[in-house]
């Protein structure tokens, strides 16, 4: 890399998280093979809601645009990352990675904004049950998602569009698995306590903004269920938004211990935490939407089994 500024880049390095061969050879069957069920699995939710008419709701719906947001996640990180492990050429163009790093805070920023959606959906069904029909109307759902898309889409142009102001000049190897807004301030030679800001004040708005929806959408779900009489009543509305609860924790969990520090602190054991959101999670998705949701299996079970689904539950 050579130049005194970022049109000077010609690429950078993505390392990964080792550079030892027998650790490389390991983990690329790892990710390949989640890689594979992370793809099946968001597809099968994909496939299932559309083709099943029981499952066209408004939560089914955001859970199809969760399953295609995660679907779109991993495809933009994990083929280039199974590539790099399989070759020595371990190069990606600067416009590569400003790519890569485009989709990863749009869709990151987009699958937050469905979680706080969800949240509100089953606020809604749990404690206004008699508007629930006319509160989630087609209209309000629509507009809900497109609003969600667009300003994930606008957030990712506007941090990209800041690191385009940042130089780089020195070392150009990346310790991670994909492009990182944070190891790329790292290996930023000029000034970026300004761009570092503007991204943690921007950031703790986007995504604490939905998940204060998330928190008071479940303080009023619990309130309304602990005053339900009937202990079995109380069970089939808790297990409604077990599922969205789970996969909420391990969202802002693992983003949690990648985001919520200094830059100076972020450091190689935050790999494994990249890892974890970037992988994981979108893999865990729909194991833990269909594990227990009776509609789920109904609507995978007439997918994939079609008629004799049909005659082994008729």
């Given at each position: 890399?050579h ?7 010609s ?6 998280i ?39 709701t ?10 295609f ?21 371990k190069?990606?163009?600067y416009?590569?990675?400003l790519?890569?790093l ?119 779900i619990?309130r ?70 009776k ?15 049909q005659?082994?539950?008729?």
């Open positions: 890399m130049g005194s500024n970022q049109s000077g880049v690429d950078f390095l993505l390392l990964g080792s550079e030892s061969p027998e650790e490389q050879q390991i983990m690329f069957w790892m990710f390949l093979s989640m890689y594979l069920v992370t793809v099946m699995g968001n597809l099968l939710i994909i496939l299932a809601i559309s083709f099943d008419s029981h499952l066209h408004p939560m089914y719906l955001f859970l199809a645009n969760l399953s947001t995660d679907l779109f996640f991993v495809t933009n990180t994990i083929p280039k990352t199974l590539v790099n492990l399989q070759s020595q050429d190069a990606i163009s416009t590569g990675c790519t890569q485009y989709f990863l805070v749009c869709l990151v920023t987009l699958d937050n904004l469905i979680l706080a959606t969800m949240a509100y959906d089953r606020y809604v069904a749990i404690c206004r049950p008699l508007r629930y029909i006319t509160a989630m109307s087609p209209g309000l759902c629509v507009l809900l998602l497109t609003l969600s898309w667009a300003l994930s889409v606008l957030y990712g142009l506007f941090l990209t569009l800041l690191m385009t102001k940042v130089t780089f000049c020195g070392s150009r190897r990346i310790h991670y698995i994909f492009c990182e807004m944070y190891v790329l301030l790292r290996l930023a030679c000029s000034n970026t306590q300004m761009i570092h800001t503007v991204q943690i004040t921007t950031g703790c708005f986007i995504f604490f903004s939905p998940l204060g929806v998330m928190v008071m959408s479940y303080v009023w619990v309304t269920i602990l005053r339900i009489p009937s202990a079995s009543s109380k069970y089939k509305a808790f297990s409604t938004c077990g599922s969205h609860l789970a996969v909420v924790s391990l969202f802002y969990g693992t983003l949690s211990m990648v985001y919520l520090q200094p830059l100076k602190t972020h450091s190689m054991k935050d790999s494994v935490a990249t890892v974890m959101y970037a992988v994981v999670t979108p893999m865990m998705n729909p194991f833990i939407y269909s594990l227990r949701n509609d789920m299996h109904g609507a995978l079970g007439r997918l994939l089994l079609g008629k004799a689904f005659r082994l539950t008729g």
